[in-house]
């Protein structure tokens, strides 16, 4: 093979390399949850919030309030049940590693008269975070709200996850006002944002 021949081989071999990972880092098959995925969401709610909010409780109340959030009786009941509350979920390789948990038409607290989806839970498995996927899940849920002929869309954020809310802003939400929230040994406080659709 010619000297050029073998560059322009390596160049492309290189650009396809460069596409694949374009296509691959922040993509994850985005579907809804159905009954099935009980387990696996319980698995990676529980481990993304013990990763990140487990110091905010003393070990017992974490384990009851994890207990009450994410077990795997309630999500079946939800999934099975199936348009009240929705599951949106982020899969990769055939495991989900992240997902939305999203309600429609809810009153917003602390603003009179406003009502919207409320986006209640979004978590990732830590080691898929900061990939985009996050983004894309949130996107997701972004199209799922206006096809449902949503106003707005809200949710809650502890005022300590500076992360999450740098997020939140840059996908359109702004906060509007904060409400009281404590662990059994802290007071943390949360912020509502709200988007308009
Ligand atoms: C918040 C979360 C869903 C974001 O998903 P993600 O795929 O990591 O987000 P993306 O890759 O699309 O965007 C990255 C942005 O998310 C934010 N972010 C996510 N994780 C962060 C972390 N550990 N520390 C700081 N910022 C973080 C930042 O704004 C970051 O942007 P930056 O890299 O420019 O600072 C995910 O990190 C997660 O599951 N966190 C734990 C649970 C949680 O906080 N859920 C939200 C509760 S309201």
């Not at 495991?95 to 939305?100: E, I, K, R, W, Y």
């Not at 997701?140 to 954020?157: F, K």
């Amino acid at each position: 093979m010619s000297r050029a021949g073998s560059i322009s081989t390596s160049a492309a071999a290189a650009a396809d390399a460069a596409r694949a990972a374009r296509y691959d880092a922040p993509v994850a098959v985005i579907r809804y949850g159905r009954p099935g995925d009980e387990e696996q969401l319980v698995e990676l709610g529980t481990t993304s919030y013990t990763e990140h909010f487990g110091d905010l409780w003393s070990p017992e109340a974490l384990a009851r309030f994890l207990a009450g959030q994410l077990s795997i009786e309630r999500i079946r009941g939800e999934l099975e049940e199936g348009d009240a509350v929705r599951y949106v979920v982020a899969e990769r390789d055939g495991d989900l590693v992240g997902f939305a948990k999203i309600l429609r038409d809810r009153p917003i607290p602390a603003l009179e008269g406003e009502r919207g989806l409320w986006l209640q839970q979004l978590y990732l498995l830590p080691k898929v975070t900061r990939q985009g996927i996050g983004s894309v899940l949130l996107e997701a849920v972004t199209g799922i709200a206006e096809a449902l002929d949503q106003q707005r869309m809200w949710l809650d954020v502890l005022r300590s996850n500076t992360g999450a809310i740098r997020l939140y802003e840059r996908h359109g939400f702004v906060r509007r006002v904060e409400i009281p929230w404590a662990t059994d040994v802290r007071e943390i406080g949360m912020w509502v944002m709200t988007r308009l659709l």
